[in-house]
């Protein structure tokens, strides 16, 4: 059973990527179409890390001993002030490596 | 240039081009690998997951789904809501290709990730054939270097069973915030991000099962509908000027 809902997961994925490149399907999708998909990459994107830093344990962490959030503001400042993708994850990586030393885990 | 030359030198760059890459996707490598094994996959299954589905993002929110039983409907709409952005960028890359036959372009949709989509884009890329041999060189590097650290992650979880409480998950949470946050240079797309962080906490203290598709939907359709407003002033006073005038 699981296998059959990899396999279906795996053909929507190799469509999302391959509908517009298949020869036969006209190039244009409609404007508002394509604006709103516009949004679907930071909407997904921030849906899925939002989550990881927030919670611990299935409870929201607001506390300082939640590392993932105090990295994870060193990671969206160094990103605001640098635009470098690699600066970003070097710096609040080593950060989060940091703090996962010197907090004990609260789990 | 002999045509040898020019190969390896296409492919000497895509090398280095995709190497920072696949050095940041070890830790979401090994994180899917292990996370798989602790949820109960068979490693045949594991397996199956970075083979054909070949996406981070949904490998992990679907590993977690598939493990708490999640209705089948609900799996694949959330599959087809995270992979929703893969649609604009074959609509961006379906010129470049224009002239490429149809086995190619199958192979290069199977390839199309967020990294190599960034690569291809790059105002540097190679034009023609040669942009095929590239796309198509630094996609299977990337395929199999996330190929082979699932297959370190699926080993590891099967010995350490504590892989998933070193943190390994707060390297997707940054790729993603360093790959967003550049994008935000426009109140629609803020709106959107800004959304999208409330509505996930929200429906996850909820346990709603469909939470990242309606937190995605409802954060893509404020940032289309700001985007809206904001355009039809701007046509309103480009309007009114035109009148005074």
Same mark, same amino acid.
């Given at each position: 059973? +699981? ?7 795996? #053909? ?36 899925? &890390?939002?989550? $990881? ?46 703090? =996962? ?7 | #240039? ?13 090398? *280095?081009?995709?190497?920072?890459? @696949?050095?940041?996707?070890?830790? &979401?490598?090994? !994180?899917?690998?292990?996370?798989? $094994? ?33 209705? !089948? ?7 087809? $809501?995270?992979?929703? =952005?893969?649609?604009? %960028? ?7 290709? @224009? ?49 082979? &650290? ?9 010995? !350490?069973?504590? /892989? ?16 967003? *946050?550049?994008? $935000? ?5 803020? *709106? ?9 906490? %929200?429906?996850? *203290? ?13 954060? #893509?359709?404020?940032? %289309?509908?700001?985007?809206? /407003?904001?355009? +039809? +002033? ?12």
């Amino acid at each position: 059973m +699981k296998i059959v809902t990899i396999l279906l997961i795996a #053909m929507i994925t190799f469509l999302t990527r391959y509908l517009f490149l298949h020869p036969g399907i006209p190039l244009r999708i409609g404007d508002k179409l394509s604006q709103f998909l516009n949004f679907s990459g930071p909407a997904v994107l921030t849906a899925i &890390w939002v989550p $990881i830093v927030f919670f611990q344990n299935d409870q929201v962490n607001l506390t300082y001993n939640n590392p993932y959030l105090i990295a994870a503001s060193i990671a969206i400042i160094v990103s605001i002030k640098t635009k470098s993708v690699y600066l970003t994850l070097a710096i609040s990586g080593f950060v989060f490596i940091l703090l =996962r030393v010197f907090i004990p885990a609260t789990s | #240039m002999t045509k040898k030359y020019i190969y390896s030198k296409v492919v000497k760059k895509g090398f *280095i081009d995709i190497l920072p890459l @696949n050095l940041a996707v070890i830790p &979401w490598g090994i !994180l899917c690998g292990s996370l798989a $094994i602790q949820h109960g996959f068979s490693i045949f299954e594991a397996l199956l997951m970075p083979s054909l589905v070949f996406a981070g993002a949904v490998q992990l929110v679907v590993t977690e789904l598939i493990a708490n039983n999640t209705p !089948l409907t609900t799996i694949l709409f959330t599959t087809l $809501i995270i992979s929703s =952005r893969h649609f604009l %960028y074959g609509l961006a890359l379906k010129r470049r290709f @224009n002239n490429v036959p149809g086995h190619y372009r199958v192979s290069i949709a199977f390839l199309l990730t967020d990294e190599l989509f960034a690569l291809s884009t790059h105002r540097k890329a190679f034009q023609g054939k040669l942009r095929l041999l590239y796309a198509i060189f630094t996609g299977s590097f990337f395929y199999f270097n996330w190929l082979i &650290w699932n297959i370190i992650g699926i080993v590891a979880g099967s010995y !350490l069973p504590d /892989l998933t409480t070193l943190g390994l998950d707060f390297a997707i949470a940054v790729t993603f915030i360093a790959l967003v *946050i550049p994008t $935000i240079n426009n109140i629609p797309t803020f *709106i959107t991000v800004m959304v999208a962080g409330v509505c996930s906490i %929200y429906f996850k *203290i909820n346990h709603w099962q469909l939470d990242l598709v309606i937190s995605s939907v409802i954060a #893509m359709s404020c940032g %289309y509908l700001s985007y809206r /407003l904001i355009e +039809k +002033k701007i046509n309103k006073k480009t309007r009114d000027k035109g009148s005074v005038k």
